[in-house]
């Protein structure tokens, strides 16, 4: 902010304000200097001397006053000078005070403030002139006064005119210092008038000590007949305030050499004075910064050896008897970083000034440590080079965040991996070696199976952690020279280089897989991931970074097709069917926004009565182009694009609307149940979502009853139980769908708050002649009776099975034996067919 404000001032003022250095090179101008010398930028003087710009006899004046202070150490103040105007191509007068500028107690140059007093020089060079017209005039006009009346008020009125022209204060005193004459400028600073003033003494009109101060000065010049320069306080009564004038008070003699008087020419500079304070107090805050800082200060000699070394606070890690008689190069494990050495030696060699020249060192604690140093040359007085002088600062601190940022940057925060960006580049330096080489490389697109079912049951830490640990398995896995980076989520990418078959790369996928394959405990839970992987090869799969990539993932959801837990080599009928999955998933998107999606209900049949006791709701897709498409066609594409959660809230609400409809229809109240998916459950707004689509439908909670797969609760039991336990709050009823598959313990089993068992069909479709199935029946059956739930048997198509299911005391069936899946309004008609005939059983 000192800078800043030193620079307003400066750039602000009437005078020219600048700095040099020892060598009379400009080291600050300010704007009015600028204007003067007809340069439109700073930068175009800094680093030139007067000879660029004055005349050689001029500069050369100049040159030799900066010189006298250098040397002297002293101020020279009110230096009269000539000055070279551009703007009119003449010379002007100005007064130049010059000060010493320093830097710790040595001279490094000079600080000037140039004021233009060609004014006041012809104002005075008038009033001499006047002055002697005028003594002569009164002389001679004495014997002729009443003759020459007229023409003396002439001339008085002339005089006048020029006095009061000048903006300047000009007055004329005797020689008791009473006033003779005055200008307009001088009168409105005393606050009166040119009239009132005429005859009085500053006494008048001052303050005791001030008016004798100017009495004392006026005197000298009476009585010593020489004249005078000053500085002076005056209580300005116009601007009401202490303000400074500059004052030359100059002796006016008659004929005979007599003084009879003084004339004194003054100008305000008052706004001069306050940016000269301005300027010493910034160079003694300056000072006292860097008294604080964390810099120090070093010089060297020609031989570039460091000769001093100012570093109060230690912070350069070295004293002066470490580096004195030593070159940079010399110091301790010196390392340049900034540039090489011999780039550096190049410029000092040429005397040229360096900043920000960066190099590490190794300290006493065998530490790392990084310094910067500046410095400028040194030249003595008669021009040759003394070595150099400049500021050093440790920099350990941002090259280590440099160091740490690029690593960010580059780099997987969690597995520590070179990242999606890092690889993409690493791939296109590899590409560009292959291409030299006429070699060949890999590219493996990897993707964990299953991962997503385990990050949505178990929670993100565990997710994280099994990510971490897959990374490590990756990397044991491979090669010192392949490279293998996350590009996101659970995708992993490895770069084999140099290679000759492709079964060298298929040997590789197969090491990933087992590695992927053997289970991890996470979290106290038993966890099995495998990874699917797509490998592409350059050149013949593709030639550059993108095409590559995308081929490898292409064949990489191939794997996924194929089962998963294996690899895919890119192939063109690949591209195509991944190409087809695109679409799919496209026009999934799109049906999903133009609801071409509908429900379907398949009734569910009371044992014992064998009347409809309950309904499942079934999503089926009608394409405007392909017809209807099955569930098993795009709900896995939904789950894995994360579709499935709008799908089934959207399946909800229609579902329960539609229940809803047939009480209003006047059907008997019916059981609805809904699937719901793995995302849907550990979506945290499920809760939620089921309030809403009761409350907007009207539907009682107890007849909606949501259906989930033991794989679904089994990976996170505690959270599985926390989510069911809220949904039981709302009323809702809850079944275990497919059950049987997932061999799930009967401890497990009885801690959920479930209503209902539903008997996978795998177990139903050979009854009764399989006698293990009958077995697996029998025993479900017994179980859910056991813990008093309702026991519903899927996939029931024959009478035979629904016979056998029956004599075992299951409450429900669902199958094609009883009604396949039916649009609302073909499910009315199956209801009101109920409602008129006999019962069956």
Same mark, same amino acid.
Not at 101 to 125: C, P
Not at 469 to 476: D, I
Not at 544 to 565: F, L, P, V
């Given at each position: 902010?000192?800078r800043?404000l030193?620079r307003?001032?400066g750039?602000?003022?009437r005078?020219?304000?600048?700095?040099?250095?020892l060598?009379?090179?400009?080291?600050?101008v300010?704007a009015?200097?600028l204007?003067?010398?007809?340069v439109d930028?700073?930068d175009?003087?800094i680093?030139k001397?007067d000879?660029?710009f004055?005349?050689?006899d001029l500069?050369?004046?100049?040159f030799?006053d900066?010189?006298?202070?250098?040397?002297?150490?002293?101020?020279?103040?009110?230096?009269e000078?000539?000055?070279? =105007?551009s703007d009119?191509?003449?010379?002007?007068?100005?007064s +130049?005070t010059?000060?010493? @500028?320093t $830097? &710790?107690?040595? *001279?490094?140059?000079i600080m000037?403030i140039?004021?233009?007093i060609?004014?006041?020089?012809q104002?005075?060079?008038?009033?001499?002139?006047?002055?002697?017209?005028?003594?002569?005039?009164?002389?001679?006009?004495?014997q002729?006064?009443?003759?020459?009346? =007229?023409?003396?008020?002439h001339?008085?009125?002339l005089m006048? +005119?020029?006095?009061?022209? @000048?903006? $300047? &204060?000009?007055? *004329?005193?005797?020689?008791?210092?009473r006033?003779?004459?005055?200008?307009?400028?001088?009168?409105?600073?005393?606050?009166t008038t040119?009239?009132q003033l005429?005859?009085?003494?500053?006494?008048?009109f001052?303050?005791?000590?001030?008016?004798?101060s100017?009495f004392d000065?006026e005197q000298?010049?009476?009585?010593?007949?020489?004249?005078?320069?000053?500085?002076?306080?005056y209580?300005?009564?116009?601007k009401?305030q202490?303000s400074?004038?500059?004052t030359?008070?100059?002796?006016v003699r008659?004929?005979?050499?007599k003084?009879?008087?003084?004339?004194?020419?003054?100008?305000?500079?008052?706004?001069?004075?306050?940016s000269?304070?301005?300027?010493?107090?910034?160079?003694?805050r300056?000072?006292n910064?860097?008294?604080?800082?964390?810099?120090?200060?070093?010089?060297?000699?020609?031989?570039?050896?460091?000769i001093?070394?100012?570093?109060p606070n230690?912070?350069?890690g070295?004293r002066?008897?470490?580096?004195?008689?030593?070159?940079?190069?010399?110091?301790?494990?010196?390392?340049?970083?900034?540039s090489?050495?011999?780039?550096?030696?190049?410029?000092?060699?040429s005397?040229?000034?360096?900043?920000?020249?960066?190099?590490?060192?190794?300290?006493?604690?065998?530490?790392?440590r990084?310094?910067s140093?500046s410095g400028?040359?040194?030249?003595?007085?008669n021009?040759?080079?003394?070595g150099?002088?400049?500021?050093?600062?440790?920099?350990?601190?941002r090259?280590?965040?440099?160091a740490h940022?690029?690593y960010?940057?580059?780099?997987?925060?969690l597995t520590?991996?070179?990242?999606?960006?890092?690889?993409f580049?690493?791939?296109?330096?590899a590409?560009?070696s292959?291409?030299?080489?006429r070699?060949?490389l890999?590219?493996?697109?990897?993707d964990?199976?299953?991962?997503?079912?385990?990050?949505?049951?178990?929670?993100?830490?565990?997710?994280?952690t099994?990510l971490?640990?897959?990374?490590?398995?990756l990397?044991?896995?491979l090669?010192?020279?392949?490279?293998?980076?996350?590009?996101?989520?659970d995708?992993?990418?490895?770069l084999i280089q140099?290679i000759?078959?492709?079964?060298?790369?298929?040997k590789?996928?197969?090491?990933?897989?087992?590695?992927t394959?053997?289970p991890?405990?996470?979290?106290?839970q038993?966890?099995?991931?495998?990874?699917?992987?797509?490998?592409?090869?350059y050149p013949g799969?593709?030639?550059?970074?993108?095409?590559?990539?995308?081929?490898a993932?292409i064949?990489?959801?191939?794997?996924?097709?194929?089962g998963?837990?294996?690899y895919?080599f890119y192939?063109a009928d690949?591209?195509?069917?991944?190409f087809?999955?695109?679409t799919?998933?496209?026009?999934?998107?799109?049906?999903?926004e133009?609801d071409?999606?509908?429900?379907?209900?398949q009734?569910?049949r009371?044992?014992?009565?064998g009347?409809?006791?309950?309904?499942?709701?079934?999503?089926?897709?009608?394409h405007p182009?392909?017809?209807?498409?099955?569930?098993?066609?795009?709900?896995?594409?939904?789950?894995?694009?994360?579709l499935?959660?709008?799908v089934?809230?959207?399946?909800?609400?229609?579902?329960?609307?539609?229940?809803?409809r047939?009480?209003?229809?006047g059907f008997?109240?019916?059981?609805?149940?809904?699937?719901?998916s793995?995302?849907?459950?550990?979506?945290?707004h499920l809760v939620?979502?089921?309030a809403?689509a009761?409350?907007?439908?009207?539907?009682?909670p107890?007849?909606?009853?949501?259906?989930?797969?033991?794989?679904?609760v089994?990976?996170d039991t505690?959270?599985?139980?926390?989510i069911?336990?809220?949904?039981?709050?709302?009323?809702?009823?809850?079944?275990?769908d497919d059950?049987g598959?997932?061999?799930?313990?009967?401890?497990?089993?009885?801690?959920?708050?479930i209503?209902?068992l539903?008997?996978?069909r795998?177990?139903?479709?050979?009854?009764?002649?399989?006698?293990e199935d009958r077995?697996i029946?029998?025993?479900?059956i017994?179980?859910?009776?056991?813990?008093?739930?309702?026991?519903?048997?899927?996939?029931?198509e024959?009478?035979?099975?629904?016979?056998?299911?029956?004599l075992?005391?299951?409450?429900?069936s669902?199958?094609f034996?009883?009604?396949?899946?039916?649009?609302?309004?073909?499910?009315?008609?199956?209801?009101?067919?109920?409602?008129n005939?006999?019962?069956?059983?």
């Amino acid at each position: 902010m000192d800078r800043t404000l030193l620079r307003t001032l400066g750039d602000n003022t009437r005078d020219l304000i600048y700095a040099k250095d020892l060598e009379g090179h400009f080291l600050y101008v300010n704007a009015k200097l600028l204007q003067m010398s007809g340069v439109d930028s700073a930068d175009k003087m800094i680093g030139k001397t007067d000879f660029d710009f004055s005349p050689k006899d001029l500069a050369q004046g100049y040159f030799e006053d900066d010189q006298a202070v250098i040397l002297s150490n002293k101020p020279l103040t009110d230096r009269e000078e000539l000055v070279l =105007d551009s703007d009119t191509g003449q010379a002007r007068w100005h007064s +130049t005070t010059k000060v010493p @500028l320093t $830097d &710790n107690g040595k *001279v490094i140059g000079i600080m000037g403030i140039t004021r233009d007093i060609t004014a006041r020089r012809q104002a005075e060079e008038e009033a001499k002139k006047l002055n002697i017209e005028l003594e002569k005039r009164v002389e001679e006009r004495t014997q002729e006064l009443k003759k020459l009346s =007229d023409v003396l008020a002439h001339e008085r009125n002339l005089m006048r +005119t020029l006095v009061d022209s @000048l903006p $300047d &204060n000009v007055f *004329v005193k005797d020689t008791q210092s009473r006033f003779l004459l005055a200008n307009q400028a001088i009168a409105r600073a005393m606050g009166t008038t040119i009239e009132q003033l005429l005859g009085k003494t500053d006494f008048e009109f001052f303050p005791d000590k001030m008016a004798q101060s100017f009495f004392d000065s006026e005197q000298k010049v009476v009585q010593t007949g020489k004249p005078v320069h000053l500085e002076e306080p005056y209580l300005n009564q116009e601007k009401n305030q202490l303000s400074w004038v500059m004052t030359s008070k100059v002796p006016v003699r008659n004929s005979a050499g007599k003084v009879i008087g003084i004339v004194g020419i003054g100008r305000d500079i008052t706004e001069r004075r306050a940016s000269e304070l301005a300027l010493q107090e910034s160079q003694e805050r300056f000072r006292n910064l860097t008294e604080l800082s964390s810099d120090w200060y070093w010089e060297q000699d020609k031989n570039f050896a460091f000769i001093k070394l100012a570093d109060p606070n230690h912070k350069s890690g070295y004293r002066l008897n470490d580096v004195r008689g030593k070159t940079l190069q010399q110091l301790s494990h010196a390392k340049a970083l900034s540039s090489d050495w011999n780039s550096h030696q190049k410029c000092i060699s040429s005397n040229l000034p360096f900043r920000n020249f960066e190099f590490q060192v190794v300290d006493a604690e065998g530490n790392n440590r990084y310094l910067s140093l500046s410095g400028l040359p040194n030249f003595g007085d008669n021009g040759e080079f003394d070595g150099y002088r400049g500021i050093g600062c440790d920099i350990t601190e941002r090259k280590t965040a440099e160091a740490h940022t690029q690593y960010l940057a580059t780099h997987d925060s969690l597995t520590n991996l070179p990242n999606r960006a890092m690889f993409f580049e690493t791939l296109d330096l590899a590409i560009d070696s292959a291409l030299r080489n006429r070699r060949k490389l890999a590219v493996l697109f990897i993707d964990l199976d299953r991962f997503k079912n385990i990050n949505d049951t178990l929670g993100h830490n565990a997710g994280d952690t099994l990510l971490v640990e897959m990374s490590s398995r990756l990397s044991t896995s491979l090669r010192s020279c392949d490279v293998v980076a996350r590009l996101g989520g659970d995708e992993f990418a490895i770069l084999i280089q140099d290679i000759t078959d492709p079964e060298q790369v298929a040997k590789v996928a197969r090491k990933v897989i087992n590695a992927t394959a053997s289970p991890a405990t996470i979290l106290g839970q038993e966890c099995r991931v495998t990874a699917s992987i797509g490998v592409s090869i350059y050149p013949g799969d593709a030639r550059d970074t993108q095409s590559i990539m995308k081929n490898a993932d292409i064949a990489m959801y191939r794997a996924k097709d194929e089962g998963k837990n294996t690899y895919q080599f890119y192939s063109a009928d690949i591209s195509t069917r991944a190409f087809d999955r695109l679409t799919l998933e496209n026009n999934l998107r799109l049906g999903i926004e133009r609801d071409e999606l509908f429900l379907e209900y398949q009734a569910k049949r009371d044992l014992k009565t064998g009347d409809i006791c309950g309904v499942e709701a079934l999503i089926r897709w009608q394409h405007p182009k392909y017809g209807v498409i099955p569930p098993d066609n795009f709900i896995p594409l939904a789950e894995e694009t994360g579709l499935i959660v709008l799908v089934g809230r959207w399946v909800l609400k229609t579902a329960c609307t539609q229940a809803r409809r047939w009480q209003k229809d006047g059907f008997a109240p019916i059981g609805m149940a809904v699937n719901l998916s793995v995302r849907q459950l550990y979506d945290g707004h499920l809760v939620d979502d089921i309030a809403q689509a009761l409350k907007e439908s009207g539907l009682q909670p107890e007849l909606l009853e949501m259906e989930i797969t033991e794989g679904m609760v089994m990976q996170d039991t505690e959270r599985a139980i926390r989510i069911l336990q809220a949904i039981k709050g709302l009323g809702v009823r809850l079944a275990i769908d497919d059950f049987g598959v997932g061999y799930s313990s009967l401890a497990k089993i009885k801690r959920f708050p479930i209503d209902t068992l539903k008997v996978d069909r795998s177990f139903i479709c050979d009854l009764p002649q399989n006698t293990e199935d009958r077995a697996i029946a029998e025993a479900i059956i017994a179980m859910g009776r056991t813990l008093n739930l309702t026991v519903i048997a899927e996939g029931v198509e024959t009478v035979e099975q629904e016979t056998f299911l029956r004599l075992n005391h299951c409450d429900q069936s669902q199958g094609f034996y009883f009604s396949p899946p039916k649009s609302p309004e073909k499910f009315s008609e199956l209801m009101r067919e109920q409602i008129n005939r006999p019962r069956q059983f």
